[in-house]
Every structure is written in C-alpha cells, then in structure tokens.
T-cell receptor, first 114, second 115 residues
Framework: SQKIEQNSEALNIQEGKTATLTCNYT??????LQWYRQDPGRGPVFLLL?????KEKRKERLKVTFDTTLKQSLFHITASQPADSATYLC?????????????FGKGTHLIIQP | DAGVIQSPRHEVTEMGQEVTLRCKPI?????LFWYRQTMMRGLELLIY????????DSGMPEDRFSAKMPNASFSTLKIQPSEPRDSAVYFC?????????????FGQGTRLTVV
C-alpha cells in the first residue's frame, strides 16, 4: 500500500510570503494526487487534484506541482494570509486499483503570522 | 445538497457501552467511506461501501467495530463494547468514483470520547 510523508512540524510563514508544503510518497506512482484543507473541529475540504501527466495545476493563489520522478508533490500558497492557517493534507489512491478510497498523509499545520 | 451529514457531533460514553455513529452521504454518490482520525495515526480508512455493499473492511481495528449501509442515504458505524482507545474523531465521506480521480466530501465528524 501507499505511504505518504508530510512535514509533521508546524510551518510558520509571514503574511504575504509564499508557503510551500511538501508531500512525498513511496511505492508506485499514483495517477492522481489530491490536496485537502482541514480546519480545527471540521472535516477535510478538497482543494486541488493533479494528474500524473500534469506538471502543475493552479487555482487562484494555490499551485500544486507533481514530480513522479522524485515521487513528490509541492503545494504553494502565494500572498499568504492569516486565513490560510490550517492543516493541509495530501491524499492518493489507497492502492493501484484506484477505486478503494484514499490514503492520507498526516498533514502539515500551516500558521500564517500577521 | 447539504453535504455529508454526521451525527452526533460529540459523543461521550463510558467504557463498555455501545456507540452508534450515523452518516447521510451526498445523494447520488456511489461510495461511502468511514475514516478515523487521531494525532498519532492521522486519517485511517476503516471501511468503505460501493452501492450500499461493504467492499473492504480490512481497516476495522477489531470485531468490536461494525458498519452497515441499509440504503443509499444512510450508514452507521457501531462500536460494541467501546474502549478508551477508541477515542478519536470519526469521519464519514462520500464520492462518486471511490478513488483519487474525483474529490471526496467529508462530514463534520463525530468526536468520540470513551471514559
């Protein structure tokens, strides 16, 4: 099964700077990779999905890259704001089959300081 | 649609008692998942259903855990008897494809505390 590593340490970023979060996976390269945001006391909320043949995906201030050679995805938030403070989770297919749920990383807690 | 709805939001129970968590998925979604989240282990998949049929329950920690989906709009996760180590946040999620090709929609979760 897939294993995912995210930086478990909290990431402190000054408001206005770009925050970059890392997701590394082992084993097979997935066809899709997703990023979720989770606020305290709430369920994860989907942000972006990137396919293996896409190098980069953007949505407003968010950008995701996907490097299947490095087995890594980077998640960027540009012009960060205190409201971006949350835990961000990376997710992949649980197995190569693709329809049996998601495996999640433990998430990176992002803190944007004013 | 109101999204995935879970109840209760919080549950405090004594060790040995039966606990039932409830979930209403998004209408039209063929897949329903039950996850458990703890600080130590993160989000773990317990069981999932496709068209109301349980497909994989290998994540269910023990026989004390059971899940049902009697119809497309309702699922339950039951713990009997409950133990303190079951304390966690339990999430229900639904999706149209079951994999990472489409987004999963999560409920607000049930925070379970077993004392």
């Amino acid at each position: 099964s897939q294993k995912i590593e995210q930086n478990s340490e909290a990431l402190n970023i000054q408001e206005g700077k770009t925050a970059t979060l890392t997701c590394n996976y082992t084993n097979y390269s997935p066809a899709y990779l997703q990023w979720y945001r989770q606020d305290p006391g709430r369920g994860p909320v989907f942000l972006l999905l990137i396919r293996e043949n896409e190098k980069e995906k953007r949505k407003e201030r968010l950008k995701v890259t996907f490097d299947t050679t490095l087995k890594q995805s980077l998640f960027h938030i540009t012009a960060s704001q205190p409201a971006d403070s949350a835990t961000y989770l990376c997710a992949l297919d649980r197995s190569g089959g693709g329809a049996d749920g998601l495996t999640f990383g433990k998430g990176t807690h992002l803190i944007i300081q004013p | 649609d109101a999204g995935v709805i879970q109840s209760p939001r919080h549950e405090v129970t004594e060790m040995g008692q039966e606990v039932t968590l409830r979930c209403k998925p998004i209408s039209g979604h063929d897949y329903l998942f039950w996850y458990r989240q703890t600080m130590m282990r993160g989000l773990e998949l317990l069981i999932y259903f496709n068209n109301n049929v349980p497909i994989d329950d290998s994540g269910m920690p023990e026989d004390r855990f059971s899940a049902k989906m009697p119809n497309a709009s309702f699922s339950t996760l039951k713990i009997q008897p409950s133990e303190p180590r079951d304390s966690a946040v339990y999430f229900c999620a639904s999706s149209s494809t079951g994999g990472a090709s489409t987004e999963a929609f999560f409920g607000q979760g049930t925070r379970l505390t077993v004392v």
